[in-house]
């Protein structure tokens, strides 16, 4: 024998508000869900991860390559190598003995702070990035005496095994000097 439930007559708005509200959360959960799947699985999320990768190695790599202490010379081109790669390492590591002498006999010490970078351009696939850093050198003399400079860096960069690294650096053409 079955039983047939009667719902009295002033509890139906309440159960079809209960059944409006259920499908409500419902909704709302399967939108949520969807739109962290979407996220999840975007390729714009994974190439801002590698621009950003790129941009904090190549402004840390630029900051290395413009600083340099006569004390600690040694340490310092141990630290400009490990931050380069492909013919820029070549040229750091041939020149190495010249430059510390020149470095020794200067007796300087340049230390250089980022104050803005850029990856301009971005080659995930082939491991390649470009970009523009500018930053502030200080130079302190033997005799104490300091300046300050800002320069605009261009760099590459190569995609390694250990991460990103320089593989081209120099200074950026200033104002009306650029070749057109």
Not at 60 to 87: A, F, K, P, Y
Not at 112 to 123: I, K, P
Not at 138 to 148: F, H, L, N, R
Request: net charge negative; no cysteine.
């Amino acid at each position: 024998m079955t039983r047939t439930v009667r719902i009295p007559a002033g509890s139906r708005p309440a159960l079809a508000a209960a059944l409006v509200l259920v499908l409500a959360a419902g909704g709302s959960a399967a939108w949520a869900g969807q739109d962290w799947y979407a996220a999840a699985h975007d390729e714009s999320a994974g190439y801002a991860v590698q621009r950003d990768e790129a941009l904090a190695a190549g402004e840390q790599g630029v900051q290395n390559l413009n600083t340099l202490d006569h004390r600690r010379v040694e340490q310092g081109l141990d630290l400009w190598e490990t931050s380069t790669t492909g013919e820029l390492h070549k040229q750091l590591v041939e020149g190495r003995e010249e430059f510390t002498g020149q470095v020794r006999t200067a007796r300087t010490v340049t230390t250089a702070r980022v104050l803005s970078g850029a990856v301009t351009e971005l080659d995930d696939r082939a491991g390649r990035a470009r970009l523009l850093v500018a930053l502030r050198i200080t130079v302190t003399t033997a005799d104490g005496k300091s300046s300050d400079k800002d320069s605009r860096m261009l760099g590459e960069l190569t995609r390694t095994d250990g991460g990103w690294k320089l593989s081209a650096l120099g200074q950026a053409p200033v104002g009306g000097s650029a070749a057109g």
